[in-house]
């Protein structure tokens, strides 16, 4: 295993992640102890960076991010933030959320001192003008493979609404062998695959729910 937060930014894969690639393996300290993408191997994980500790639009992100802990876990997904703060910034930080908003952040918060994690994600550009990081976001499956990611820029929150969503479509979308339509939620019909042989697309019928050959929803 690479330990990312121990080489230098010119030794990362100049290439980030892309859907449907490995996400690159990281090491690092956080507000819970040593944590590897390794370890969460087996379950989902939306990994998310922001760009600094005791900022506005960070800091509601995780109030929304903790107060949604549990709707994840009931996913069988993990949530692991990261900013290229130390690790006493972001003690410091949970603590202030803690006593000013009354929220706990029930998930570790990764520290990113040597820019190599932010670097190999393509969270930080090599000219970028200071080290505060895109809000990037990657929801990494059960088998360590990214499946979607997202880009803020730093004056922006993200949903964390949407990212619930995402997580739960990606794994319907697994489970059934479905796709889903846009601005599907749980209980929505989804799209079964399209058909691809002739004789099948001359003898299809529409109805209601199948308007045409390549657009045929279901429930399940």
Do not use: N
């Amino acid at each position: 295993m690479t330990d990312m937060t121990a080489v230098g930014r010119d030794r990362v894969a100049k290439r980030p992640p892309v859907i449907g690639s490995v996400a690159p393996l990281f090491e690092a300290r956080t507000t819970m102890g040593e944590r590897a993408l390794a370890d969460y191997r087996g379950r989902w994980l939306v990994f998310f960076s922001h760009p600094a500790d005791f900022t506005p639009v960070c800091t509601s992100e995780f109030v929304s991010f903790s107060k949604a802990f549990d709707r994840f876990q009931a996913l069988d997904c993990e949530l692991l933030g990261l900013s290229v703060d130390s690790l006493f910034s972001h003690l410091a930080w949970k603590r202030s959320i803690a006593e000013r908003f009354g929220v706990e952040v029930p998930f570790p918060i990764a520290e990113d001192p040597s820019m190599a994690i932010a670097a190999a994600y393509g969270m930080l550009q090599d000219d970028a003008p200071d080290s505060s990081t895109v809000r990037g976001t990657f929801v990494i499956d059960p088998t360590g493979v990214v499946r979607a990611m997202s880009w803020y820029p730093m004056s922006t929150g993200r949903s964390v609404e949407e990212i619930l969503r995402l997580v739960e479509a990606l794994q319907t979308a697994d489970a059934d062998v479905v796709s889903t339509p846009e601005g599907w939620r749980p209980g929505d019909p989804v799209i079964d695959a399209s058909p691809i042989d002739a004789a099948a697309i001359a003898t299809f019928s529409p109805s209601e729910t199948a308007p045409d050959w390549y657009y045929r929803l279901r429930s399940i």
